[in-house]
């Protein structure tokens, strides 16, 4: 059973930033594409960055480009997600997801096979 446990959320104020990382359980988590999601309250899941498998090829939505980077250490099983000059708007519950297969990365919520509980971020004003 594959197991992604996030961490790194927290409160932070406006323009701070904050690192969040999810370890990965398994021995094939090289072979894994990675995404963050994040769900704000009374909104949708939305996707919010993507990496391959090698870690090659990045991805993220327009609203978090130039402030976030995904990352990740296939050594250390996890995948980080480096949060700068935060929002208000940022505030959300953080989601890391794993995909089993693919060359690529990928950015719909149904292209992931396992997820983890999430971790909370709130960016005061």
């Known amino acids: 059973q594959v197991q992604l446990v996030e961490s790194g959320g927290g409160l932070v104020q406006a323009g701070g930033s904050l690192r969040l990382s999810c370890a990965v359980s398994?021995?094939?988590?090289?072979?894994?594409?990675m995404g963050w999601f994040r769900q704000a309250p009374g909104k949708e899941r939305e996707f919010v960055a993507a990496?391959?498998?090698?870690?090659?090829?990045?991805y993220y939505a327009d609203s978090v480009k130039g402030r976030f980077t995904i990352s990740r250490d296939n050594a250390k099983n996890t995948v980080y997600l480096q949060m700068n000059s935060l929002k208000p708007e940022d505030t959300a519950v953080y989601y890391c997801?794993?995909?089993?297969?693919?060359?690529?990365?990928?950015?719909?919520?149904?292209?992931?096979?396992?997820w983890g509980q999430g971790t909370k971020v709130t960016v005061s004003s």
């Open positions: 398994g021995r094939t988590f090289s072979s894994y594409a």
């Open positions: 990496i391959s498998w090698s870690g090659g090829s990045t």
């Open positions: 997801a794993a995909r089993r297969s693919g060359s690529r990365y990928y950015t719909r919520i149904m292209e992931y096979d396992y």
